[in-house]
């Protein structure tokens, strides 16, 4: 082992902290309709990390595209930009230690200004913007920080209740140090009432787990005359130290 | 009172939708320009080392319904049972196999093909080996947190017997959920069940 084993540039082969199951949705949501048929109805197994669960991929910052962290500009023709209202989405990755989480990959998708997603599947009348894809990624720094530039995406309806509307959201997906980590969550915006209407935003039982989910819009960074800023921290499992690991002997 | 621990609350999960294809594989729903191509949908080139395997793969639901709105992500070690991983430290692993792939369920059939290699045994914590298998991780819209499960071969029948992992499974008819079968073109075929008498044994891990 390292002379500093307290460093955390040195690779952390610690097992994650257990999930809290009561923090997140649990499988079955009934008002949320689809999970009927798609919650698993057997207990889980409850099993310590393993090496399998320990380790994940590496993403390099060198495969990712200019406009990749664009979404403004990244499906637009030459000299055109999404239409909607323009922001930013600034924020850091951490782990439940507090620590900020380096090298980790971001990805998200959302619906346009109208609240219409480009996919074949999407039948909303809300109109395509021929200059928005919806998605983007980026990979956080050495502290953890990241940040993209996309418009503020729609409220749109959806099949559940005969009136069931998702509150403007964006998607992300995030990919940290171990396959145990793997997270997709959901972003959501400061000060839309209709968060709180939402049969899927309820499926999360805990009222602060769900206000950790919404974006602050921050004045501070906003760029003037260009982009308002919101800020979205996430967090992923933390991880044990393996300084005074356990080991079973005899084996 | 004591003092404060600090610690943060994990982001709360919610459900991938719909629509994960346009963040996850855009490429796979005719968002193209963006990225060259979908992340994760090769695994192997012609160096990589050892056994080219083939999984098709499905996730069905309660009525037996393949999901064609589903996404996979499996990760494995390589032919030598290494993970190309910065928290492996046994070893260095085949640089020509990141050992992760992505793939979106088919929009009609329900199915997604993986082309990888045969993974390595891995040591579980107290060294014994592990049979070699494959980590999966499933979304769906109306899946509300991912669900982590493995997949094991058929054919390692005294590794599968010694696994550490299949032996925590109280309920043994409930460990042929996680073997693939082989189909008779030689390919390995994984059912992930959601619900039901087959339901396949999903981990909090
Ligand atoms: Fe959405």
New binding site residues.
């Given amino acids: 082992m390292s002379a500093d084993p307290f460093s955390n540039r040195k690779p952390e082969t610690g097992a994650f902290f257990q999930r809290d199951r009561l923090w997140h949705p649990p499988a079955f949501t009934p008002d949320y309709k689809t999970s009927v048929l798609r919650s698993p109805q057997k207990a889980l197994l409850s099993l310590d990390n393993t090496l399998s669960e320990i380790t994940g991929p590496v993403f390099g910052h060198n495969m990712l595209g200019e406009l990749d962290n664009d979404l403004i500009h990244n499906f637009a023709k030459p000299g055109e930009s999404a239409i909607g209202p323009r922001i930013i989405v600034y924020g850091r990755v951490l782990d439940e230690r507090g620590k900020g989480v380096p090298g980790a990959l971001l990805e998200f998708w959302q619906?346009n200004a109208g609240g219409r997603y480009r996919h074949k599947k999407e039948g909303y009348l809300a109109a395509l913007d021929p200059n928005f894809g919806g998605c983007g990624r980026t990979i956080t720094n050495e502290e953890g920080n990241y940040a993209f530039r996309t418009i503020q995406p729609g409220p749109y309806p959806w099949p559940n209740g005969v009136n069931d509307w998702?509150p403007a959201?964006i998607?992300f997906s995030v990919f940290g140090h171990g396959f145990a980590q793997r997270l997709i969550t959901q972003m959501y915006f400061e000060g839309d009432p209709m968060i709180w209407q939402c049969p899927i935003v309820k499926t999360i039982p805990d009222r602060a787990a769900v206000e950790s989910l919404i974006a602050a819009l921050d004045r501070e960074a906003t760029i003037p005359m260009d982009a308002r800023a919101y800020k979205f921290d996430i967090v992923l499992r933390g991880r044990r130290s393996s300084l005074f690991e356990n080991r079973l002997e005899g084996n | 009172m004591a003092q404060a621990l600090n610690r943060l609350k994990e982001s709360a999960s919610q459900t991938a939708?719909p629509?994960v294809h346009i963040g996850l594989t855009p490429n796979f729903c005719d968002i193209k320009g963006v990225y060259p191509a979908d992340l994760g949908a090769t695994m192997v080139n012609e160096k990589t080392k050892g056994e080219r395997i083939t999984i098709r793969a499905r996730v069905l639901d309660g009525t037996g319904t393949p999901l064609k709105d589903a996404l996979i992500e499996i990760w494995q070690a390589d032919a030598d049972g290494l993970y190309n991983s910065p928290s492996e430290m046994r070893g260095t692993a085949d640089p020509h196999f990141a050992g992760w792939g992505r793939k979106a369920t088919d929009m009609d059939t329900g199915e997604c093909v993986f082309e990888t290699i045969k993974p390595g045994r891995v040591p579980f914590k107290n060294g014994r080996k592990m049979a070699p298998h494959i980590s999966f991780w499933i979304v769906a819209r109306g899946i509300n947190i991912g669900l982590q499960t493995r997949m094991y071969f058929p054919e390692e029948e005294a590794a599968n017997a010694e696994d550490p992992v299949l032996a925590r499974i109280e309920h043994k008819v409930r460990v042929p959920t996680l073997i693939a079968q082989r189909a008779a073109d030689g390919a390995y075929v994984f059912d992930i069940h959601l619900q039901g008498e087959k339901e396949t044994v999903f981990f909090d891990i």
């Fill in positions: 619906a998702r959201h998607h | 939708g629509y």
